[in-house]
């Protein structure tokens, strides 16, 4: 059962995350880092960070443009994560079967939010014309409360009242065995689909080599060091004080090193070019559409 300090906690969680989203951007509004917070209030760091990590890859190549909506992975990682702990479900079971159906709900909410900060919208363009600026901060600030509410509120009102309705859904979804296999395989998939939409919008075919490369480091290390766990393992069944725990994060932190010296590399190498170019900025169109140079 959640306890009512913890959704406390988590509501004022759900309401400042936006707002850091949309202003101060310090990544507290991501789905990680949503899956670290939910983790730590609820006791269950791993459960936290395998949703969080879940839905912030499947939402890799996910943006907004403008005034669009999407999808709050942000606050399904809140509510997935808490669910999870609380009625002991599955992680992979409550990736598709909360977290998905939440952040896709939450899109109303988004649009909610987005139509009353109109209000102190047109309050902000009366008091420029009399140059009233201690009434445009205050309502600039007035503005962060329908932002806040429209994750706030619905995450209180799932935590708070949704508790029994959860917990007999994904109870009868478990029940039908072919069903929870589906959800279950579903929601291990999401990350890929995520990775899929990123590499849809990025450079791709202009920087083939750089995926190739990755690929084929990532398949070479992974055979290397999964080698070495199994080496690992077996010295400590034999030696009782050999701890193999190191050796289960080497691929992450081969791949790590390669990938902060290839981006090294990479920052070097524009530096240079930007020095021996023309002082004059110009906007240039790739021929796979991406916009090159500064945006703005």
């Given at each position: 059962m959640i306890q009512w300090w913890q959704i406390l906690l988590l509501t004022l969680?759900?309401?400042?995350?936006?707002?850091?989203?949309?202003?101060?951007?310090?990544?507290?509004?991501?789905?990680?880092?949503?899956?670290?917070i939910t983790g730590l209030i609820m006791g269950d760091l791993t459960t936290g960070l395998y949703i969080g990590g879940g839905l912030q890859l499947m939402v890799l190549g996910v943006g907004t443009f403008g005034g669009a909506s999407r999808i709050d992975a942000t606050s399904g990682a809140v509510l997935a994560t808490a669910f999870?702990?609380?009625?002991?479900i599955k992680p992979e079971l409550a990736i598709s079967t909360i977290a998905v159906p939440v952040a896709?709900?939450?899109?109303?909410?988004?649009?909610?939010?987005?139509f009353s900060t109109t209000y102190f919208a047109h309050r902000i363009d009366k008091h420029i014309e009399t140059f009233d600026y201690a009434a445009i901060e205050r309502n600039y600030l007035y503005g962060a409360i329908p932002w806040g509410l429209s994750r706030a509120l619905p995450v209180f009102l799932a935590l708070a009242l949704g508790g029994g309705a959860v917990d007999t859904i994904v109870k009868g979804i478990g029940e039908v065995q072919w069903l929870a296999y589906g959800l279950t395989l579903a929601g291990k998939m999401l990350p890929a689909l995520g990775f899929a939409i990123l590499l849809r919008y990025l450079p791709v075919k202009r920087n083939l080599h750089y995926l190739a490369l990755g690929f084929g480091i990532t398949a070479m290390l992974t055979t290397v060091y999964s080698n070495l766990t199994s080496a690992g393992t077996a010295l400590a069944t034999v030696v009782n004080d050999f701890d193999a725990t190191p050796f289960k994060g080497l691929p992450m932190i081969g791949i790590a090193i390669i990938g902060i010296a290839l981006a090294t590399i990479h920052y070097k190498n524009g530096q240079n070019a930007g020095s021996s170019s023309d002082t004059s900025q110009h906007t240039e169109l790739s021929e796979s559409g991406e916009i090159e140079d500064d945006e703005i």
């Open positions: 969680y759900s309401a400042y995350q936006i707002c850091d989203e949309l202003t101060i951007s310090t990544s507290a509004g991501s789905p990680v880092f949503a899956g670290l999870s702990v609380a009625q002991g896709a709900l939450m899109v109303y909410t988004d649009i909610l939010g987005r």
